[in-house]
């Protein structure tokens, strides 16, 4: 790939999976909520696809919009049939109505819609691709549009909780919800979970912890309702002492108890990466926007980080990472990536191992470079605290030790004459 | 009261553009269209369509804001031009510009503007809004033949003996195993195949596509109107044993090669066949008149499935969704809601429906797309004389799991594993499986089975009669009555 003007690779790939599918997939998880869409055809055959693999079991609504509805100012109507729909289905709770690109476009009027629909709440999420250019970003806007609506005002508010922000693997809350009991936290709730009552309950936690780096919107709400939202998150050694000690601080937790845990969880994940320590040089290039605590995690454990891209845009939540890893030997942290630089990266640094989206890791597989979809083989294994840093350190181990398979693949395939899209090695006539 | 689109069954015509013309590796594709649109039909689906990593030949023009809010995509399809250029990517090959819902949604016509692009540079207008997969399919083939193939067919002659094989293009159910036995079934009968187009073909040679003698439409639902444009006679691909056979013959006719087809038919009798005569006579082909099958695919395998599987084998048919058209997904969800079929041909809809349903019993069949399933092997056509064999081969099979199912494991392992000490603490000694029913009780017991597929049924009484006794135990009572059957069940109250 040639370089363009100003030394930078030219961007045609940008790599994101659908903005829309990162608030569909939280959206469809919940028990009781049965998503509308509001878009074309081909939008939603993708979106509902991607739901079906990757979200839920659960049967998805949509609004007809074709060019008649679009034209005619019918969006709102077509959307109300859907809704009613919808609200029939057993228990139903919740009925967010996904609004993307085409109406978008054609207009949804938030006032035109109904906030109730029989025993269910309506909320607007609105996410089309165009304005919203990630599928992690999508996800803070589905919560926080979840929040505003839902967030109990009313109930008291309870000084010794937490509220953690992120989809995570599913132990790792229990693992991160049984330390901080420990520092004197009476109870944590995860969001985005399954559950509508711990939607209604955030409002009143003591302290929001967003562990992804993309909660911007959320994290604004939690602050407008005087919630103090923590910085960092518990990954690594260091990173897992800081962001312990500092929700000790913001919670008023006795300060000894909080520093006798947060440095025996410190002493033992150090002693994991002693025991495990990583030899590598690791692409970490996702687009889960989760993409630099995950550099952290390995450059910690002793692999050389030089290249990290991600889907999501640079924030300040996305700052300190940003730092810690350049202090540490990263070169370049790439925000809203496209394929083209991922691969002059790839060039440029020759890696030992590609965590990366479809398109990148096959990528380097053809060059035999081990190489793995980030989003199915990392963002689905537990990653914090020193349990889920034992989990991700020890595949990753295992991943680059078998460098030698990927090689033996690339030899096998290299001796024959492919076609740039070959669907079955066809001849092409 | 407007439309309700449940599970959508069929994407649009954007999609069916992207997916027939980026099969052929000397076009380069620029969609217009936001990131979204470009990753789910690039890479996010045809991963678990097609199986492969992503389409490369395909680049987006990302609308923003700013083209959605007034400059519109013309500069930002330019720069994107100007990119693939500079980069080398257009080279030797044939540049397509592609409209989608959004782009169409902003009124973006760029007919004008791919004259200043790459000369020979076309706008494909998709009518994304208002066509689905299979009318985009047929339209971009027709639009395809006559943009770069009907000008330079005029001095093109028939060659006899030469076959085209019209579709598949990407995202098409069980392609590559039909396609390779309806190639198979073309070359036994004696005819050559010419073209596959546009899965194996090269654009610049469409005119080519004027050789064939006769064009056979893989899919029921895309490539007529350019069969029928191309003039010669054209069939569509069978499934079944009386479709392959009457395919075979009528293929035969039409290339002077009626001894050898009927010869084909012969052999194959004797050979591929032999299996489906084998199970027929054996005690497989007993179950088929009670085995139920509910069938929800594209028109080609609906009809085809229910042609082989009801008139062929007399299996009874629940029902048959056929798209596009058709019931419909309300409809199909309510029936299977209702009472699931012995055997459900579908996609991952009607999976999903099963899941709601709690219809362990019924054996899921994929049968159409939307859904992930990898169907690269060419060992699994449902189409021609080897598709019988495997779809019956596929339903012995699961018949197989369903009786393996259904005997008796001993219990003492399930108690072990969910460390339950001993056989009294699971029922506190009371013997469940002997309590006496009342008859009104065991009427509804029976009402119940009904609705679980036959081979089932026994399994599924054992079952369901030990669930309610279970229940029964639970509520201290010595004897089932019909209020507690019905409400062990879960069916409606009775009055008394």
Redesign the interface.
């Known amino acids: 790939?040639?370089e363009?003007k100003q030394g930078k690779p030219?961007?045609?790939?940008?790599q994101?999976?659908?903005?829309?599918?990162g608030s569909l997939r939280i959206l469809s998880r919940i028990e009781g909520s049965h998503p509308v869409m509001a878009t074309?055809?081909?939008?939603?055959?993708?979106?509902?696809?991607?739901t079906?693999?990757y979200g839920a079991?659960?049967?998805?609504?949509?609004?007809?919009l074709?060019?008649d509805?679009?034209m005619s100012g019918?969006v709102v109507?077509?959307t109300i049939?859907?809704i009613e729909?919808a609200a029939k289905e057993p228990d139903c709770k919740l009925i967010p109505v996904v609004s993307?690109?085409?109406a978008e476009?054609?207009g949804m009027p938030e006032e035109m819609l109904p906030k109730k629909m029989g025993d269910a709440e309506v909320v607007l999420v609105r996410v089309?691709?165009?304005?919203i250019?990630s599928h992690p970003e999508a996800k803070d806007i589905a919560l926080a549009a979840l929040l505003r609506r839902l967030g109990d005002e009313s109930r008291p508010r309870d000084n010794k909780t937490v509220a953690l922000v992120g989809e995570v693997f599913p132990a790792d809350p229990l693992a991160i919800d049984a330390l901080l009991r420990k520092m004197g936290v009476e109870a944590t709730i995860t969001l985005p979970g399954r559950s509508l009552h711990d939607l209604r309950r955030a409002r009143s936690v003591g302290a929001v912890a967003p562990l992804h780096p993309f909660y911007k919107e959320t994290s604004a709400l939690f602050r407008s309702w005087n919630v103090p939202v923590v910085g960092g998150a518990p990954v690594g050694a260091t990173g897992t002492y800081a962001w312990l000690k500092s929700i000790g601080t913001l919670l008023g937790l006795d300060p000894k108890l909080v520093e006798e845990v947060a440095s025996e969880e410190r002493a033992t994940a150090e002693a994991i990466m002693q025991a495990n320590p990583l030899e590598g040089k690791v692409f970490v290039t996702g687009y889960e926007g989760t993409e630099t605590a995950y550099a952290r995690l390995l450059v910690e454990a002793g692999a050389v980080v030089p290249y990290i891209s991600t889907s999501i845009g640079s924030e300040p939540l996305t700052l300190p990472d940003e730092s810690w890893l350049r202090a540490r030997g990263t070169q370049e942290v790439v925000y809203r990536k496209s394929l083209?630089e991922d691969v002059a990266a790839l060039d440029k640094y020759q890696p030992d191992l590609v965590l990366g989206?479809?398109?990148f890791?096959?990528i380097a597989k053809e060059r035999g470079i081990p190489a793995m979809y980030f989003t199915n083989q990392l963002a689905s294994r537990p990653f914090f605290l020193s349990g889920g840093m034992a989990a991700t350190l020890g595949f990753i181990k295992q991943t680059l030790d078998r460098g030698s398979r990927y090689q033996w693949m690339q030899d096998f395939f290299s001796d024959e004459d492919k076609?740039?899209?070959?669907?079955?090695e066809?001849?092409?006539? | 009261m407007p439309n309700v689109i449940r599970d959508l069954a069929d994407t649009s015509s954007y999609w069916a553009a992207v997916w027939s013309m980026c099969a052929m590796p000397d076009v380069h594709v620029i969609c217009d269209a936001p990131i979204g649109c470009f990753n789910l039909v690039a890479t996010a689906i045809p991963d678990y369509t097609d199986a492969v990593p992503h389409i490369e030949n395909i680049t987006p023009s990302v609308i923003r804001e700013e083209e959605v809010g007034g400059t519109g995509t013309g500069p930002a399809v330019q720069r994107t031009y100007e990119g693939l250029r500079d980069e080398g990517l257009l080279e030797g090959k044939h540049l397509i510009v592609v409209s989608t819902a959004e782009s169409e949604m902003i009124g973006s016509d760029l007919s004008d503007l791919v004259t200043k692009l790459q000369p020979g540079t076309t706008f494909f207008h998709s009518e994304s809004l208002t066509d689905d997969e299979w009318r985009g399919r047929d339209r971009v083939m027709q639009w395809l033949w006559e943009n770069y193939g009907a000008d330079k067919a005029d001095g093109i002659d028939v060659e006899p003996g030469l076959v085209n094989i019209i579709g598949p293009t990407y995202g098409c159910f069980n392609a590559p195993s039909d396609l390779h036995e309806i190639r198979r079934t073309i070359e036994a009968v004696g005819g050559r195949v010419n073209m596959v187009y546009p899965y194996e073909s090269m654009l610049g040679n469409t005119a080519n596509l004027a050789k064939a003698q006769v064009n056979i439409v893989l899919h029921q639902e895309y490539g007529y109107t350019l069969a029928e444009t191309l003039g010669q006679p054209w069939l569509y691909a069978p499934i079944g044993m009386q479709a392959t056979t009457e395919f075979v013959l009528k293929l035969g006719e039409l290339l002077g090669t009626t001894e050898q087809a009927k010869a084909f038919i012969k052999q194959e009798k004797r050979t591929t066949l032999q299996a489906v005569w084998d199970l027929w006579r054996g005690p497989q082909g007993d179950w088929f008149s009670t085995a139920t099958v509910g069938i929800s695919a594209t028109k080609t395998y609906a009809e085809g499935l229910k042609a082989y599987l009801g008139d062929e084998l007399g299996m009874p048919i629940d029902f048959v969704a056929s798209r596009p058209g058709g019931m419909g997904n309300e409809e199909v969800r309510q029936r299977i809601h209702k009472k699931a079929p012995a055997f459900l041909y579908g996609s991952i809809n009607e999976r999903i429906y099963l899941s709601e349903a709690g219809a362990k019993q019924t054996a899921f069949m994929p049968a159409a797309f939307p859904g992930a399933v990898v169907c690269r092997a060419v060992g699994t056509p449902y189409m021609g004389y080897r598709g019988t064999v495997y779809i019956i081969q596929e339903i012995v099979n699961r018949l197989y799991d369903t009786l393996f199912n259904f005997l008796p494991v001993d219990e003492a392992y399930n108690r072990v594993r969910n460390g339950v000490a001993n056989n009294g603490a699971a029922t506190n000694g009371i013997e469940i499986g002997n309590m006496p029913w009342q008859s009104e009780a065991k009427a509804l017991l029976d009402e119940a089975l009904e609705n679980v597929p036959y081979l089932s049924r026994i399994s599924a009484s054992r079952e369901l009669q030990f669930k309610v006794e279970s229940y029964a135990h639970q509520q201290g009572v010595e004897e089932v009555t019909p209020e507690i059957a019905a409400a062990a069940l879960g069916l409606p109250e009775r009055s008394q």
């Open positions: 790939m040639s363009g030219c961007q045609l790939h940008p994101s999976m659908c903005p829309a599918f074309d055809t081909g939008c939603l055959y993708g979106l509902t696809f991607v079906h693999f079991r659960k049967s998805i609504l949509a609004a007809h074709g060019t509805e679009l019918e109507e077509s049939a859907a729909v993307l690109c085409v476009t054609a089309p691709a165009y304005a250019h083209e989206t479809t398109p890791a096959s076609e740039e899209t070959a669907p079955v066809p001849s092409h006539a």
